[in-house]
């Protein structure tokens, strides 16, 4: 059972025993999702093109990324189109002790998923669907690489799988390769690691790699440019 633990900015992240690893950085979760994910694909510009923004994200966890990412969806009439893949849905008892949406003002949104969450029936098999308001949440529950990635169809990737070394699956260069395809030309992978292996694995999907400095307690991270 993953267990809850208190980060510096004073938000939540797990631990997984099963990885030997914390879901987010122990520096700061809330300031490491901004930082990484959501300046890396550069969510603010996105916002501000009058279009519906699709993002995808491989390791959905405890949600924090959609939360954070569909904060500014919620006032106005912009819309997202948010996807993601979890092979090991948390369950609604732990969702609902975790500080995140309290922290981010999202108490009624949040309300919702969790009502969601309850009432999901895991045996029916294929995507399970939130709505709430202007957001599209779309998530498929299982091994991100029996996944369907739609071609040219996400404005931004959040790879956020467990480190290469305990996840390796995920971040080999033919799944890498996948998700180059999902993104739409212009779009953005946004990712943690900065190790020269994933640097190399992106480069060789055909992205333009780039070094970027990291949150609090890393020196650099990497964002990959679909040209
Ligand atoms: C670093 S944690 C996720 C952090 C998450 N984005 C959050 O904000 O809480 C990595 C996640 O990837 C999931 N995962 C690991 N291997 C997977 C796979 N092959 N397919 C789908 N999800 C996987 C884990 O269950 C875990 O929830």
Redesign the pocket.
């Known amino acids: 059972m993953d267990e809850l633990r208190l980060t510096g900015d004073g938000s939540h992240t797990l631990y997984s025993p099963e990885y030997g690893q914390t879901?987010?950085s122990r520096f700061g979760a809330i300031e490491e999702?901004r930082h990484v994910f959501l300046q890396g694909v550069r969510l603010e510009e996105l916002l501000k093109r009058n279009e519906t923004v699709t993002l995808l994200?491989?390791?959905?966890?405890?949600?924090?990324?959609f939360w954070l990412s569909a904060r500014p969806f919620l006032t106005g009439n912009r819309r997202l189109n948010y996807r993601a893949?979890?092979?090991?849905l948390l369950p609604g008892e732990i969702f609902s002790r975790l500080n995140h949406a309290r922290l981010l003002g999202l108490d009624e949104p949040f309300g919702a998923f969790l009502r969601w969450r309850t009432d999901l029936d895991e045996k029916n098999p294929g995507t399970h669907s939130f709505r709430y308001n202007t957001l599209r949440m779309e998530l498929f529950p299982g091994?991100?690489?029996q996944a369907d990635y739609a071609e040219n169809s996400c404005h931004g990737v959040y790879l956020?799988?467990?480190s290469p070394d305990k996840?390796p699956?995920?971040w080999s260069v033919d799944f890498l390769q996948r998700l180059y395809r999902a993104l739409k030309p212009g779009g953005l992978l946004a990712t943690y690691s900065s190790r020269r292996s994933v640097r190399e694995a992106l480069t060789a999907c055909g992205f333009c790699v780039e070094k970027r400095p990291g949150p609090r307690g890393k020196r650099e991270i990497l964002s990959a440019y679909k040209p």
Do not use: K, M, P, Q
């Open positions: 879901y987010h999702s994200e491989i390791g959905f966890g405890t949600g924090l990324n893949v979890e092979a090991r091994d991100a690489l956020d799988a467990f996840n699956e995920l």
